[in-house]
């Protein structure tokens, strides 16, 4: 009964303070994967929403160049505005970097001290988690004017079949970033308290698979919505 | 799993078994080439959208898919370490990621967004 306990006992810090699960892996990170994988079937059921309804719009604003009645007789101007896009997708796809490196720094903290400059930034988790949260908090900027423009000149989420499909898949995108952005405030509020360190890095790890994936759905709307006419 | 041993002294502390790692997770220099691949690609698909003649053309859509597709994966098996983790991570991935795909495919046929051209050849 007592090696029992024992034995039990080190199971327990063996994993941090939980029992061992029988695949040998941690609940929580199954968890974020099952989870990633039922948000893949939510974004192609908005996506597929958008496609079905994309050249349906009796009325405009349209998202590409489109010929007017009578037949071309005028070109009418396309709403999505590429340069933009093209730059905030950049900016996401640089944090999904700035992510992954501050994981990277949250699992060498035990290692001895950097001595270079270089080594000293590649392993400060603040500075990159600083760096993902103030990203994604430009992603969404780039959002907030694109909505507004898009308002200005218009298109709201009922004027058209286009503005029904784009605002509700881009505004489900921009909900999970923005839980995404909170996400990464906790962690570095976390960092700032008591320091992540290695045994944190699991904790980290669920963050940065959550918002690689918010990453990969844009990755797949960017080039569905806003590049194929 | 043994966490402090002297003879292991990378990431000494993470747990790699509850993590899944399976392989050791790629060096910062590897998140920076993958940075620069997914960076060129993206712009090569903006410059393309700019030629009107390749817009016009039959590879217009497919290169701008296949482009995207090797982003989706190449974030997916770097940066989300699914080439280096437990293979239960890919088949809870990848199993729902089919059948979201398939309904996609399937709903854009159903809506007439696709259509196989039967009897082309004759």
Not at chain 1, 152 to 172: C, D
Request: charged share 10%.
């Amino acid at each position: 009964m007592a090696h029992a306990a024992a034995i039990h006992s080190a199971h327990d810090d063996s994993h941090g303070g939980h029992p061992p699960t029988s695949t040998g892996l941690d609940n929580k990170k199954i968890a974020i994967w099952a989870f990633i994988g039922s948000e893949c079937m939510l974004f192609a059921s908005l996506i597929s929403t958008y496609l079905i309804y994309k050249g349906r719009s009796v009325v405009g604003p349209y998202p590409h160049e489109v010929c007017g009645p009578p037949v071309c007789a005028t070109v009418l101007k396309p709403i999505l505005n590429i340069p933009v896009t093209s730059a905030s997708t950049f900016v996401l796809l640089m944090s999904s970097l700035a992510m992954v490196l501050a994981l990277a720094a949250v699992e060498m903290k035990d290692q001895p001290a950097p001595t270079t400059f270089g080594q000293k930034i590649l392993r400060s988790s603040k500075l990159w988690l600083w760096m993902t949260a103030l990203l994604g908090t430009t992603f969404l900027g780039f959002q907030a004017f694109e909505f507004t423009s898009f308002v200005h000149e218009g298109l709201t989420i009922k004027t058209n079949l286009f503005g029904s499909s784009f605002f509700t898949l881009t505004g489900f995108h921009g909900a999970h970033v923005t839980a995404g952005v909170l996400w990464l405030l906790t962690l570095l509020a976390i960092d700032y308290r008591r320091g992540l360190g290695p045994k944190d890095a699991l904790n980290v790890d669920l963050a940065a698979l959550y918002w690689h994936f918010v990453d990969v759905v844009w990755i797949a709307i960017f080039t569905l919505v806003y590049l194929i006419k | 799993m043994a966490h402090d041993s002297s003879d292991t002294p990378v990431v000494a502390h993470v747990d790699h078994t509850s993590m899944g790692i399976e392989k050791e997770h790629p060096t910062w220099s590897t998140y920076w080439k993958v940075a620069v691949i997914l960076t060129l690609i993206t712009v090569v698909e903006v410059w393309i959208y700019y030629i009107p003649s390749f817009v016009a053309s039959r590879l217009f859509v497919p290169s701008l898919l296949i482009m995207s597709a090797v982003k989706f994966v190449t974030v997916v098996l770097f940066y989300m370490h699914l080439r280096y983790d437990h293979k239960l991570f890919r088949v809870l991935f990848t199993g729902p990621l089919i059948i979201a795909m398939t309904t996609l495919i399937g709903l854009m046929f159903l809506f007439g967004k696709l259509s196989l051209r039967v009897g082309a050849l004759n």
